[in-house]
C-alpha cells in the first residue's frame, strides 16, 4: 500500500509548525500516477495505474528509488495567506533555478504566480526556465512540490528552514561596548541559578535568573564588574535587546559553532542511520511474513495430521 515516508512525515510537520496548512502527501482515488502514487498504485495490474507510462517512474533516479513511498506534498495557505504561499513558492522554485545545494532532490514544483495570472512549473528535466501552464488551475490554491524517489530516506525540512526560519542578524554592538573578544555564533552553557542583566553591571535587580539553565549563541565578552574574581561578561543579541552574564555563570569554556563541513558529516550519519532504519524495518517486514508462511503451512500440516488420525480412528 502507498505510504507516506517519514521525511515527508516530518517536512508535512515542519511546515504545520511554521503556520502552513498540509494538503497531503499520499493521493486520493482520484490520484492514479505521479508522485503522489507508489509503486502498488501505478503498478497495480487491474486499476488505473498505467505502469511505466507514469511519468513519475522514468527517470534513472525514480526508477532507482521506486518502492510504495508516495513522493511529493501539497502545500496550503501559509499563515492563513495565499500571498504567502505564492511567495515561499516564487521562492523555492528560484532556489531551484539557481542550483542550490539543497535542492537537489527536488523533482518539480507546481505553483500559482499571481503576477502572470498563471500555473506556473518548474521541472528538474529543464531546470533553466519556468514552464507556463505546468498544472491545472487547482494550483491557484495549493503547490505541488514532489522529490527524486531515491531521495525517500533524506531530509527534507532544510530548504524549507531556509526562507522560514532566516538566522537572526544581531546589530552592530553599540560604539559604546568595547568587546574584549568576539565570539560571534560560540555557544556557552549558562548554568541554572545565573543572573542575566541588561547591562554588565551587578547594580539594580536582574533582567531574569536563570531556572534550568540556557544556551546562548554569543557575540563576546565585554568588561563589566567584578563577579567571583572576573570583570568579563559574557553578551549576546536575544530577539530585540543586548543580554550579559557574568562569566563566572558560564563554567565551561564557550564551543566555536558547528562549520559547513561538521554540518554535512552531521547530516550525512542522519541518512545513514534512515537509510539503516529503513533496510531493518524492510528485513522485518520480509521475516514476518515468512514467518506468516510458515505458520500457515504448520496449520495446513497440523489440519492433515488431524485428518489422518480420524481416518485411522
Not at 534513472?60 to 500571498?83: F, H, V, Y
Not at 533555478?97 to 504566480?113: H, L, Y
Not at 496449520?299 to 480412528?313: E, G, H, R, S
Request: glycine residues 8%; charged residues 20%; contains cysteine.
Amino acid at each position: 500500500m502507498t505510504y507516506a515516508p517519514t521525511s515527508l512525515t516530518n517536512l508535512q510537520r515542519y511546515w504545520q509548525g511554521q503556520g502552513g496548512v498540509a494538503l497531503g502527501i499520499v493521493g486520493n482515488t482520484a490520484h492514479v500516477y505521479g508522485y503522489h502514487c507508489g509503486k502498488d498504485r501505478i503498478f497495480d495490474g487491474a486499476g488505473a495505474g498505467v505502469g511505466w507510462a507514469d511519468y513519475s517512474v522514468k527517470t534513472p533516479r525514480d526508477k532507482a528509488g521506486l518502492t510504495n513511498a508516495a513522493s511529493a506534498m501539497d502545500l496550503g495557505r501559509l499563515d492563513g495567506s495565499l500571498e504567502k504561499l505564492w511567495t515561499f513558492s516564487a521562492w523555492l522554485a528560484s532556489q531551484c533555478m539557481a542550483n542550490a545545494a539543497d535542492t537537489k532532490d527536488v523533482r518539480e514544483i507546481i505553483f500559482w504566480s499571481p503576477s502572470r495570472n498563471r500555473v506556473m512549473g518548474w521541472s528538474d528535466l529543464s531546470p533553466g526556465a519556468l514552464i507556463v501552464d505546468y498544472g491545472d488551475a487547482t494550483h491557484k490554491t495549493h503547490t505541488h512540490i514532489s522529490y527524486y524517489r531515491d531521495s525517500e530516506a533524506r531530509p527534507k525540512i532544510p530548504l524549507f528552514k531556509r526562507y522560514l526560519e532566516p538566522p537572526v542578524v544581531p546589530p552592530k554592538p553599540e560604539e559604546d561596548m568595547i568587546l574584549t573578544s568576539y565570539l560571534p555564533g560560540y555557544i556557552a552553557a549558562v548554568k541554572p541559578t545565573a543572573n542575566i542583566r541588561l547591562t554588565p553591571s551587578l547594580i539594580g535587580a536582574p533582567l531574569r535568573t536563570v531556572a534550568t539553565g540556557e544556551t546562548w549563541a554569543l557575540t563576546g565578552t565585554v568588561k563589566g564588574d567584578l563577579d567571583n574574581g572576573s570583570d568579563q561578561w559574557y553578551v549576546r543579541w536575544n530577539q530585540t535587546r543586548w543580554e550579559y552574564t557574568a562569566k563566572a555563570n558560564v563554567p565551561v569554556t564557550p564551543v566555536a559553532p558547528p562549520t559547513p563541513a561538521d554540518l554535512a558529516v552531521a547530516n550525512a550519519k542522519v541518512t545513514t542511520a534512515t537509510a539503516a532504519a529503513a533496510a531493518a524495518n524492510a528485513s522485518l517486514a520480509t521475516t514476518t511474513a515468512s514467518l506468516t508462511t510458515s505458520n500457515t503451512n504448520l496449520a495446513a500440516c497440523n489440519l492433515k495430521v488431524t485428518k489422518a488420525k480420524a481416518a485411522l480412528a
